[in-house]
């Protein structure tokens, strides 16, 4: 029975059915299955998911539906989370950076990296350097997330690893970036320690930033 419960989960993942993902979820608790198990339903399933957008089976829509399947289950687990912090890979502050207003991409990025076991704060857009630095305070996050979608506030990304170094907390943080307007050669003449040209990238990179 649990096992049939297990794939309906990874099927409503797979098809982005957040109602079906949820209660499925639900139904796995009520029968005794662990939080751990349930977790690794969902970081295996959206692995899945993320490795056929890698490949061009899945597209964007695809990638935004799974991602808001996968965050209904996780409001699910939620209450069964709250002191259990060990469970996370790690704890991400993500934003968009000032002067920008575009926050599709920041957002699948957001719900992929919750499926994938991150805590995740999103910050929203148009979000100055220094409230990357007072959230990362705040929650003790250990990979800040930027992303730019205009050329003409890319450069607000300097702003960002410079408030870090002002801090005293650079060698403290990863810091992330992507957006339509970041390169990989942009992203290390600003000094930061990775880029993702998308959610599924940005999701790998931060997995090998908390290893």
Do not use: C
Not at 115 to 133: E, I, M, Q, S
Not at 141 to 164: K, P, Y
Not at 180 to 195: H, K, L, N, Q, S
Request: net charge negative; aromatic share 6%; glycine share 10%.
């Amino acid at each position: 029975m649990e096992h049939d419960v297990k794939a309906r989960l990874g099927s409503a993942l797979h098809a982005g059915e957040a109602e079906d993902a949820a209660e499925a979820t639900r139904a796995l608790l009520e029968a005794g299955e662990s939080v751990d198990t349930i977790l690794a339903v969902l970081r295996h399933t959206m692995d899945e998911v993320g490795e056929k957008y890698r490949i061009g089976e899945y597209f964007i829509p695809e990638l935004v539906l799974s991602g808001k399947a996968a965050e209904a289950a996780i409001n699910i687990l939620l209450p069964h989370l709250t002191s259990a912090g060990d469970r996370f890979l790690g704890t991400v502050v993500l934003g968009t950076v000032a002067g920008d207003i575009h926050d599709l991409g920041k957002t699948i990025v957001f719900t992929m990296l919750s499926a994938a076991g991150f805590r995740v704060y999103d910050l929203g857009a148009d979000v100055p350097a220094v409230r990357f630095v007072e959230k990362t305070k705040e929650v003790n996050a250990s990979i800040v997330g930027a992303s730019a979608l205009m050329s003409t506030t890319v450069n607000r990304m300097r702003d960002i690893t410079a408030a870090f170094e002002q801090a005293g907390m650079r060698k403290d943080v990863k810091i992330m970036v992507g957006g339509a307007a970041v390169t990989p050669e942009f992203a290390r003449m600003i000094g930061a320690d990775g880029y993702g040209k998308d959610a599924h990238e940005a999701v790998v990179l931060a997995k090998s930033l908390v290893r």
